[in-house]
């Protein structure tokens, strides 16, 4: 089983409609990430999660909410979703270690489609 | 200005020929230098990271860091057909990771 896992897989919506995006991991990682991938701009930081009561904002945080439920669980909203939010969507995990680099688990994305 | 500029290709070599790949960042308090890859559909995963100037090994890959010109390469000698896929140089400061845009290598058979 994936350790990483989110649903749904693909998803298409229309504007203005509430989305909410899931993750869950089995890695007993504190850390959790929501980036989006655009084609030509890598992947950028929505928000990130050291612990469940730890929520901190990304680079691109507008237009976006997280919660938090529990160690495992870190949900990403498109409270009223735009088509420039068209993306594919990667939630990840991380448990660093001291004196080495963060290395982040990623899920296989979702693929989110705003018309 | 991004933090991390990467050329986004697409590349395209011959079965067994090296790939040259690289960044450059422009915050020199970053601390680790990582390289993932991500193959079509799926997420990315490490595949290096060193924290120093100089050379790392593994198998074929090459990781290379200059930070006096704060400039990092990948080097994939013998290149396969399986390492098609798109390479992200990612740099890390206080446990977030700034991402490159991604090289798309394709290796022809």
């Known amino acids: 089983d994936a350790d990483v896992t989110q649903t749904p897989r693909n998803r298409i919506t229309k504007t203005g409609k509430r989305i909410m995006l899931e993750c869950s991991q089995t890695k007993g990682h504190d850390r959790m990430y929501w980036y989006r991938q655009d084609p030509g701009l890598g992947l950028q930081l929505i928000y990130y999660s050291f612990d469940v009561k730890d929520i901190n904002k990304g680079e691109i945080s507008d237009g976006y909410s997280v919660s938090r439920q529990a160690q495992a669980k870190f949900s990403l909203s498109l409270e009223s979703a735009i088509p420039n939010q068209t993306a594919l969507y990667f939630c990840?995990?991380?448990?660093?270690?001291?004196?080495?680099?963060?290395?982040?688990?990623f899920g296989p994305g979702t693929r989110l489609t705003v018309l | 200005q991004k933090e991390v500029e990467q050329d986004p290709g697409p590349l395209s070599v011959p079965e067994g020929a090296i790939v040259s790949l690289n960044c450059t960042y422009s915050?020199?308090?970053?601390?680790?230098f990582m390289w993932y890859r991500q193959y079509s559909r799926k997420g990315p995963e490490l595949l290096m990271y060193t924290y120093s100037s100089g050379n790392k090994e593994d198998g074929r890959f090459t990781a290379q860091v200059d930070k006096s010109s704060k400039y990092i390469s990948l080097f994939i000698r013998d290149s396969q057909p399986s390492d098609s896929a798109t390479y992200l140089c990612a740099i890390e400061q206080e446990a977030k990771l700034s991402f490159g845009a991604g090289t798309t290598v394709t290796v022809r058979a």
């Open positions: 915050n020199s308090a970053f601390q680790y």
């Open positions: 990840a995990t991380s448990d660093p270690s001291p004196g080495t680099g963060d290395e982040q688990f």
